[in-house]
């Protein structure tokens, strides 16, 4: 599957654990977004990365929340000591270079359900 | 606030009939996305427009972009139950090097197809 591969698709924890949620980018891809949607509400913009790098998180909540996505392996999305107001679909996207005649595309998502 | 406005939020459409979405956009548009989504699925990319008068066709489905590049229109000729679902708009609606990639989406338009 040469597609954006996210996992796992569902994540459920207690109020207080840790999240991480995993994307890997399609072939040949090396800039990942993360993205979150909530229930009755549009698409988010969370981050931007590069291999090593984070180019724009004005998307990220302050507290609580990191990215990366390092030189090997996949991006990891971070959530510490989530609350219930985290549950939503995270999505990951990847495009080859930064130019804006390359569409992102995008994995099916991570459904993370907060108890 | 939204800086990309879809309307409507959601349309009931007989098969076979046509259907429209719009997507207006209160700055210049540097890039415009349509993406389609199914309930509990990631986003699958449609079109891209770039170009102030650019319209683009797949199968059964155009894009349009209008002339000041602020707003864009896709059309759906002789709708099928296989066109159901949520149509989104994505955009570059910022020029820097530092901003590439951020793309803001509509809230999207949820399309039911009935028989």
């Known amino acids: 599957n040469a597609g954006v591969m996210q996992n796992p698709r569902h994540l459920v924890r207690r109020r207080g654990q840790e999240a991480r949620l995993r994307c890997s980018p399609m072939k040949g891809h090396s800039h990942v977004y993360w993205y979150r949607q909530l229930p009755e509400e549009g698409l988010k913009f969370m981050v931007y990365?590069?291999?090593?790098?984070?180019?724009?998180e004005s998307g990220m909540p302050k507290e609580r929340f990191s990215a990366e996505f390092p030189k090997e392996g996949p991006s990891i999305l971070r959530i510490q000591q989530v609350v219930r107001g985290d549950s939503a679909a995270y999505f990951c996207?990847?495009?080859?270079?930064?130019?804006?005649?390359?569409?992102?595309?995008f994995g099916d998502g991570t459904r993370l359900s907060i108890l | 606030s939204q800086e990309l406005e879809q309307s409507p939020q959601s349309l009931i459409v007989q098969e076979g009939k046509n259907l429209t979405i719009n997507c207006t956009s209160s700055?210049?548009?540097?890039?415009l996305y349509w993406y389609k989504q199914k309930y509990g699925e990631g986003l699958i990319f449609l079109m891209m427009?770039?170009?102030?008068?650019e319209e683009k066709s797949h199968e059964k489905i155009t894009a349009k972009l209008d002339e000041k590049k602020q707003q864009s229109s896709l059309h759906i000729t002789a709708s099928q139950p296989s066109h159901a679902g949520i149509y989104l708009c994505g955009a570059d609606l910022h020029m820097t090097t530092d901003s590439w990639g951020k793309f803001q989406f509509g809230a999207g338009t949820q399309v039911v197809v009935t028989p």
């Open positions: 700055k210049t548009l540097y890039g």
């Open positions: 427009l770039q170009k102030g008068g």
């Open positions: 996207a990847s495009s080859p270079g930064i130019y804006s005649n390359q569409p992102q595309h």
């Open positions: 990365l590069q291999k090593e790098n984070i180019i724009d």
